[in-house]
């Protein structure tokens, strides 16, 4: 099985609180460095949009 399916089952019901691991762990990173913040919401923002878009694709166009 390959990798992606699986996160896409873990992640199924559960993107708010993925979202929310995501917000915690980029507040701390940015209260730890400072000067990198905009480079770290930037990242966490990708991240977001990578759960968004794992959570919204329904494996229709999987490959046999």
Same mark, same amino acid.
């Given at each position: 099985?390959?990798?992606?399916? !699986?996160?896409?089952?873990? =992640?199924? &019901? !559960?993107?708010?609180?993925? $979202?929310? &691991?995501? %917000? /915690? +762990?980029?507040?701390? @990173?940015? /209260?730890? =460095?400072?000067?990198? +913040?905009?480079?770290?919401?930037? @990242?966490? &923002? /990708? +991240? $977001?949009? +990578?759960? %968004? $878009?794992? @959570?919204?694709?329904? &494996?229709?166009?999987?490959? !046999?």
């Amino acid at each position: 099985m390959k990798l992606i399916y !699986r996160v896409r089952g873990l =992640l199924k &019901g !559960r993107e708010a609180q993925v $979202k929310s &691991g995501i %917000d /915690k +762990a980029s507040h701390v @990173a940015e /209260k730890r =460095l400072p000067k990198q +913040a905009s480079k770290i919401e930037q @990242a966490a &923002g /990708k +991240a $977001k949009d +990578a759960v %968004d $878009k794992v @959570a919204r694709d329904d &494996g229709s166009s999987r490959k !046999r």
